[in-house]
């Protein structure tokens, strides 16, 4: 059958850098914005000084004023060695300081009334491991992942502590929360992104509504299918700001999992694409699409296990962290990696095949080599972020509660953000059809079927037809058409 054209078909080679710079000037300002926008974690330490009357009694902490643009509230702390036995302790470190030692954790919400009654009505003990090199490791105290209160006190106690007391010299407690400032522009630089999205929509929509979807392209119909999910993942509305306005996890576990599906759906498109792009005759569910599902749907389904299972645990106990209180944690962080190893070598494996197969396709490789490089320089963008963000712990133990897996700065936050939105928003402009775009100028669904069975010396790039676009081959028809009625 016959596929609605693409505007990929008409651009000459000045237009695709066009298309670049455009993409890198639009993310480029993105990357400004964040230079100048707010930090988003917002800091304030509870300094206790340690002497020997108090060292072993229980800390009580009262955290600062709070409201829903805190978003969440974390409490850590950091041991801190004796200095005069620093210089001993340094060499000796790995084996005096590296041990389990245990908490006791009560949280109580503070009221309006100034009353003070249990958030979960019960007394936390967990296991933490306390591992100093020259400087002791945060330990994650608490985690609170919504705010029910506009202040919070936690009752701290450590009860294997008193082997360490002539090395330790202060325990310092720090409360983080994200910042108010960074929340409100968070929400309208959504809401932007949301707005832009939903046009983008409409516009492609629009291009296409001449043309049946069965005749529509694979990555046409994909892209119908993204655009709608990029809404989700941008603003989630109205779950996203109503998580402002109500005290409870609901709608940010629904944010979470609206943006995982997102990503993930991104992951289903390669697949699709870079495997579509070379199948003939239809693709069938059970051969083509179900292998691509089971892979990409246990990616899916391990990150929103994990994230909804901490969620729903931190509502019961704010101390629980999945990586040290579950015991399969490390069988399911296996599993992940397993399933995600398996998809990058498929990935590749189509990649090349594709290459390999459709190199000499002109109309076919143009759409190939198009996807490929504009896919390319966003992993590469997207693997600079998540170094900066993780550094080189990326494929360590990082969780859902650890503060490293949110935003340091805002830079991170809005960079990923543009990133995604303009490579499917560049995306959404080389697949929709050209506004003089022809029915009878539609191509056929068939690797095999290039050009419009045209040679590929009739392609000629860099001479005095460069200017002129392609239109499916008809401009060199003409050409030729012309030359024949002279004759």
């Not at 516009?203 to 392209?217: E, Q, T, V």
């Not at 939105?421 to 191509?443: H, I, R």
Request: glycine share 4%; aromatic share 16%.
């Amino acid at each position: 059958h016959r596929l609605a054209p693409m505007r990929l078909y008409t651009l000459s080679k000045r237009h695709f850098v066009l298309v670049f710079v455009v993409f890198f000037v639009c993310f480029g300002l993105t990357v400004f914005i964040g230079i100048a926008g707010p930090n988003v974690i917002e800091t304030s330490v509870a300094r206790t000084d340690l002497n020997n009357s108090i060292k072993l009694k229980p800390f009580n902490l009262s955290s600062p004023p709070l409201s829903t643009y805190n978003q969440q509230l974390w409490l850590t702390c950091v041991v801190e060695l004796d200095h005069e036995e620093a210089y001993f302790v340094s060499h000796l470190i790995t084996v005096s300081l590296k041990k389990n030692v245990t908490m006791t954790v009560k949280v109580l919400g503070v009221v309006k009334d100034g009353s003070t009654p249990y958030v979960n009505n019960q007394v936390h003990n967990r296991t933490r491991l306390l591992s100093c090199a020259q400087k002791c490791s945060e330990i994650i105290v608490a985690h609170l992942g919504y705010l029910n209160y506009t202040q919070y006190n936690i009752f701290v106690s450590f009860e294997d502590l008193s082997k360490l007391t002539n090395s330790i010299q202060n325990i310092t407690f720090t409360w983080k929360t994200y910042n108010p400032t960074f929340s409100q522009v968070e929400i309208w630089f959504r809401f932007v992104f949301v707005v832009l999205t939903f046009m983008v929509t409409c516009l492609f929509a629009h291009s296409l509504r001449k043309f049946s979807m069965r005749d529509w392209g694979i990555e046409q119909k994909w892209m119908s299918v993204l655009l709608p999910l990029l809404l989700l993942y941008n603003g989630t509305y109205p779950f996203f700001p109503l998580s402002f306005l109500v005290n409870s996890w609901f709608p940010g576990m629904l944010d979470d999992l609206f943006q995982s599906l997102f990503l993930c759906a991104l992951l289903l498109f390669w697949l699709c694409v870079y495997h579509g792009i070379r199948v003939q005759g239809e693709r069938k569910c059970l051969t083509f699409y179900l292998p691509k599902l089971f892979i990409v749907g246990l990616l899916w389904l391990a990150s929103v296990t994990l994230g909804i299972w901490q969620t729903v645990n931190e509502v019961h106990d704010p101390t629980y962290q999945y990586r040290v209180d579950t015991g399969n944690f490390q069988g399911m962080k296996i599993f992940f990696l397993v399933v995600a190893t398996t998809y990058v070598l498929y990935l590749l494996f189509l990649i090349v095949r594709a290459c390999s197969e459709l190199r000499n396709m002109p109309y076919v490789d143009l759409r190939l080599k198009f996807l490929t490089a504009l896919t390319f320089v966003v992993l590469v963008i997207s693997i600079v972020i998540l170094y900066l963000r993780f550094g080189a712990q990326v494929l360590q133990d990082n969780f859902v509660a650890e503060l490293s897996t949110h935003y340091q700065n805002y830079i991170q936050f809005l960079s990923f953000y543009g990133l995604l939105n303009f490579y499917l928003y560049t995306l959404a402009f080389v697949y929709s059809p050209s506004k003089n775009a022809l029915y009878e100028s539609q191509l056929k669904d068939n690797p095999a079927f290039s050009m419009l069975n045209d040679s590929d010396d009739d392609v000629i790039y860099g001479s005095d037809y460069e200017e002129m676009p392609l239109q499916n081959g008809q401009a060199i028809r003409a050409k030729y058409k012309e030359e024949s009625d002279s004759d």
